[in-house]
């Protein structure tokens, strides 16, 4: 690793520490002066044992928001598609994009971090009264794929797309616990919990492309097992959600209440309603007890002692911005990228690596599927800004952005306060591999990415940057084997070059 990226690798350890400190108890210095039951200690020895108890919750709280976090941000997506009184789609309904993720439709969905090479659906499943039936079309080749998360983020199931190929088929979603026989024709897919969310991309190269890819997305349908079989419908089911106020025009994901507690009451809420496996459920729920989470019963805030709450508020608050800062422990960076590891999709216990994906780039495809790049540093270690000019130049081997055809490759930016795409006189939000870009007689190609015109000799292969702070990914969609294989090994897995200030 060079000289910047040792400084950025220094300076980031000095930010985990100071996020640490400030939601561990540190920042409830002022409180020390309170013993747990909210009356003043009367000597220094209850004072001690008061900072003790403050550090210790301090620390479960964080372990116990890094846990929760994307179930938590699972929830805030459900909310803004299906929930809200203009719904972009009910429940068991799928809301489909009419466009790519400008940045218009990435302000109304929340979503982090949009791929804007593709046009999205959302939907999510309720299968606590039955199995949902999921039709996939056949796309003619086109690339697209259907991924299924449950709500704690994990990608259990493809029926369309990479290995499971593009020519479709029809499914039954089937939710813990049902019991019943399903008709012929349908494979089955058993799935986690009870709310599931079904993500299909459809592949578009550019607007006149769009039409065709539309219809692949619009080919997708679900229905309920009963209509499926011709029964007439019941009445439609109502739902009495928490509704959550968080800040506007930001990645919902970012997690920013404005009542942080709201934090853990939504978490203990939908916990109750899709449990974890049972290994956690034995080895990870029982210490939240002491902040009023227990898996059955409802979250209490009232019946927990005052410093308990205000450490739990200051922990919610800060988590989105405590796992981003820890984000290098999951991966290695490298030339101001950072390198995600193989288990991206499916964490399992690692509970750190789960967080991290959900909120800067929420239901994130298992490596077989697609492999993301992020970067928010140049290739000496310095954030990347508007203010500034880059260049970043592709030349072979390019093996980290080979994909097994129909899938592809892309650049794109992001605002860095937002996590959503950024407006330019362009309308370009994204480069890659189908685009009409300038390459040298070898194959070799550089891209400019900055805020102003490099001109037209340079436009063709221009990423309009925005004014402030920004971080790019590059997406390889149905990537090779061998690259996916390599992130197994991420000592000496060979990423992208970095991008280089002007």
Same mark, same amino acid.
């Given at each position: ?10 300076? &980031? ?65 459900? &909310? ?48 606590? *009264? ?19 998360? &449950? ?8 029926? $369309? ?49 769009? $039409? ?15 209509? /499926? ?39 203990? $809420? ?8 049972? *290994? ?13 989470? =227990? ?11 005052? @410093?308990?709450? =205000? ?6 608050? /800060?988590?989105?911005?405590? @796992? ?179």
């Amino acid at each position: 690793m060079n000289g910047g990226s040792d400084m950025k690798a220094r300076l &980031d350890r000095r930010e985990w520490m100071s996020l640490a400190l400030a939601t561990s108890g540190a920042t409830l210095a002022g409180s020390s002066a309170a013993r747990a039951d909210g009356v003043a200690p009367k000597s220094a020895n209850a004072a001690a044992i008061v900072k003790g108890v403050e550090a210790w919750i301090g620390s479960l709280a964080v372990q116990a928001a890094t846990y929760a976090a994307p179930m938590v941000a699972m929830y805030l997506l459900r &909310d803004s598609i299906c929930m809200k009184a203009a719904a972009k789609a009910r429940p068991n309904e799928i809301w489909r994009f009419d466009n790519i993720a400008t940045p218009e439709l990435a302000r109304q969905s929340g979503y982090v971090t949009p791929n804007v090479n593709v046009v999205y659906g959302f939907g999510f499943m309720d299968l606590a *009264d039955e199995p949902i039936v999921l039709k996939a079309p056949d796309s003619r080749g086109r690339y697209y794929m259907i991924e299924i998360c &449950d709500m704690w983020t994990n990608a259990f199931a493809y029926p $369309a797309g990479g290995a499971s190929g593009y020519q479709g088929g029809a499914f039954a979603l089937v939710g813990p616990g049902w019991q019943g026989e399903l008709p012929a024709g349908l494979k089955r897919i058993d799935c986690p919990t009870h709310w599931i969310e079904l993500q299909p991309r459809v592949y578009v190269k550019d607007q006149a492309d769009l $039409a065709e890819a539309r219809a692949v997305l619009a080919a997708i349908e679900v229905v309920g097992l009963a209509a /499926h079989l011709g029964d007439a419908a019941g009445q439609a089911k109502t739902y009495a959600y928490e509704a959550p106020k968080i800040a506007p025009d930001i990645a919902s994901s970012q997690m920013l209440f404005d009542d942080p507690l709201q934090f853990w009451s939504i978490f203990a $809420a939908t916990l109750n309603e899709n449990p974890p496996p049972r *290994d956690e459920i034995d080895a990870v729920l029982p210490s939240f007890k002491y902040l009023g989470i =227990e898996l059955g019963r409802p979250w209490r805030p009232e019946a927990l002692r005052p @410093v308990v709450l =205000e450490v739990m508020k200051q922990t919610a608050a /800060h988590i989105a911005a405590l @796992v981003s800062a820890n984000m290098p422990l999951i991966g290695r960076p490298a030339n101001g990228w950072l390198l995600l590891p193989a288990n991206v999709g499916r964490a399992g216990a690692d509970y750190l690596s789960r967080a991290a994906v959900a909120i800067f780039g929420l239901t994130a495809n298992v490596p077989e599927q697609a492999i993301y790049y992020s970067a928010s540093f140049d290739a000496e270690g310095a954030p990347l800004t508007g203010a500034k000019r880059y260049t970043i130049a592709f030349t072979d081997p390019m093996a980290y952005l080979t994909p097994i055809p129909p899938g592809f490759w892309s650049l794109t930016i992001y605002d860095s306060v937002t996590k959503l795409t950024v407006e330019n006189p362009i309308d370009r939000y994204a480069l890659g591999g189908m685009d009409d870009f300038a390459r040298n007689p070898d194959s070799s190609f550089t891209f400019f990415v900055q805020h102003d015109d490099p001109g037209p000799d340079r436009r063709a292969n221009w990423l309009p940057a925005p004014a402030g702070p920004f971080y790019v990914i590059l997406r390889n969609y149905a990537p090779v084997a061998e690259v996916a294989r390599g992130l197994r090994t991420l000592a000496t897995f060979k990423g992208p070059p970095g991008l280089k200030a002007v």
